[in-house]
């Protein structure tokens, strides 16, 4: 689902990423660690192809992402969600309203946008929070709509950087065991983190980058601060 | 359908852009409706003297005004023996006399008015020897003739087109700043509606198009105001214009040589595309899809 041959992204001539490449197949579920500065945030951005790479090619779903149009690139985030550390929730509106922003933009029918938007808050479990707004929730229930918003479309790819940046040690758990959980459905999660007990608590698929590198990519593996150093 | 429900959505983000703008809209309005004033009444007057200018300068017709110790019928006779002339007009100062009371409703003054001939000629090229040759009579105190008066018209609306389209053009620079700077703010206050929407595959054309709209809203609404500014300056000018058109040149009619409905549309599509064109700018330089 996910695939990177060879890439190298440089700014300015500092070197990012460094001739990275990866596979991560339909319905997997990986963290992508390392130290801040190591390339986790740059890799998401070429992702959803807000950055291009200086060389080498990024693929979803088959398709080259170097490739595309920029009319085209709209079209490639409607397969993607994307899950943001600050939520970036709207305040003025209700969390249904929120959730619903994109889908009305799109165009969906209300009906539609509805049932939609009433499904995806079922699977975070904020099925009885659609009236209220951002700011009477806790920062886990933000961060569940948050993702409420990214599966809302129905996307195969969720990306999520820092998801758990904000929260405590106990909802960042139950945050990842929800995207376990959307996972298991069949969607492909990728997560940028950096953190440890999280990681190590769900021993899963760990790609580990430090300074633009991939240093390890194990299957139910640890995140070993130490390899940092 | 669905193209519809876009549509209603991007009237809605429009509406919530012109509410969070609060003050800035009326500044925006503000200038931007000077501009159009001002170029809606260049545009105007061009159009006027213009028609002016043609109607007058292929006019054959020439008034002499005579001295009080003349005769005007022997001073007819003798300019009517002129090959040129075809066709000589007395009109005596009591009878010019009566009609400007009676236009003009002046108080009961001495008559000031002179003797005139109103003199047809044969052709174009015969209207400045004739004059020339009606000045040198002694009986002649003054000659004018629309020719003459449409060659120093056409000067003046030269000088006027120049000056009120220079002033237009730095009214409506100084009007895409402040738009642009508005709808900045916009993009500013909602970066992060911009960035969900352009993240979660919304097209970039339905980012800028409320954007777009908003600023074409400033155009319209600055339109609206700058026609009916002018509108209310011709209710009011126009019977006063009419009469010194008319004391200018008696024998002409005036006809309605006015293009009102022209210039405002020509106000109505400069207001918004300028104001689109505001939004259209500042959208492309500030969102980064």
């Known amino acids: 689902m996910i695939r990177l041959q060879n890439v190298s992204k440089n700014y300015g001539g500092r ?12 319905g997997d579920f990986a963290f992508l660690v390392g130290p801040s500065g190591a390339g986790k945030s740059t890799l998401m951005r070429l992702l959803y192809r807000e950055e291009v790479p200086t060389s080498g090619n990024v693929f979803i779903g088959g398709a080259n992402l170097n490739r595309l149009q920029k009319h085209q690139i709209p079209l490639l985030r409607r397969r993607l969600g994307i899950i943001f550390q600050d939520y970036k929730l709207l305040p003025s509106q209700t969390i249904f309203a929120n959730v619903a922003y994109v889908l009305r933009a799109l165009g969906v029918a209300e009906a539609e946008v509805v049932k939609r938007v009433n499904s995806a808050l079922c699977v975070v479990n904020l099925d009885n929070k659609g009236d209220l707004y951002p700011d009477e929730l806790s920062g886990g229930e933000q961060q569940r709509v948050g993702i409420a918003r990214a599966i809302v479309n129905g996307p195969p790819v969720l990306l999520a950087d820092e998801p758990t940046g904000n929260l405590d040690p106990a909802t960042s758990l139950e945050i990842v065991q929800l995207l376990e959980r ?5 969607t492909t999660v990728l997560i940028s983190t950096h953190d440890q007990p999280i990681v190590n608590a769900m021993r899963k698929r760990v790609i580990s980058l430090r300074q633009g590198e991939i240093v390890s990519d194990v299957d139910s593996g640890l995140y070993e601060m130490e390899s940092e150093n | 359908m669905r193209q519809l429900r876009i549509f209603f959505r991007i009237l809605v983000e429009t509406l919530i ?10 500044l925006v309005i503000s200038i931007l409706t000077i501009a159009l004033t001002i170029f809606g009444g260049v545009l105007q007057l061009t159009f006027t003297l213009k028609n002016v200018v043609s109607t007058w300068g292929s006019h054959l017709e020439i008034s002499a005004y005579l001295k009080d110790t003349y005769d005007p019928k022997s001073v007819a006779q003798a300019v009517a023996k002129i090959p040129e002339v075809q066709f000589v007009e007395i009109v005596p100062k009591e009878a010019a006399w009566q009609e400007m009371q009676t236009t003009f409703k002046v ?13 047809k000629v044969s052709s174009p090229e015969a209207v400045d020897p004739v004059a020339s040759r009606l000045k040198l009579l002694p009986a002649v105190e003054n000659v004018r ?11 003046f609306r030269h000088f006027l087109e120049i000056a009120g389209f220079v002033v237009t053009g730095a009214l409506t620079a100084a009007t895409l700043t402040v738009i642009g700077n508005t ?12 960035e969900i929407l352009s993240l979660m595959g919304v097209s970039p054309s339905y980012i800028r198009s409320p954007l777009i709209l908003q600023g ?7 339109a609206v105001l700058a026609i009916s500014v002018l509108w209310i300056i011709h209710i009011n000018l126009d019977p006063y214009i009419s009469e010194q058109l008319v004391a200018l040149a008696p024998l002409l009619s005036h006809n309605n040589i006015y293009s009102l409905m022209q210039t405002f549309l020509a106000i109505l599509l400069l207001g918004v595309a300028v104001g689109a064109g505001g939004g259209f700018w500042t959208s492309g330089r500030y969102i980064k899809i």
């Open chain 2, 145 to 155: 003739y629309p020719m003459k008066v449409a060659q120093q018209i056409n000067q």
């Open chain 2, 183 to 194: 709808i900045h703010l916009v993009i500013e206050s909602r970066q992060r509606e911009i």
């Open chain 1, 15 to 26: 070197p990012a990423l460094v001739n990275v490449s990866l596979h991560i197949a339909l």
């Open chain 2, 107 to 119: 108080a009961s003054l001495d008559n000031p008015l002179p003797n005139t001939l109103h003199i």
């Open chain 1, 182 to 186: 959307i996972s298991a459905r069949g």
């Open chain 2, 216 to 222: 074409a809203t400033y155009g319209a609404a600055a």
């Open chain 2, 17 to 26: 852009g012109l509410k969070q703008s609060g003050w800035s809209n009326w």
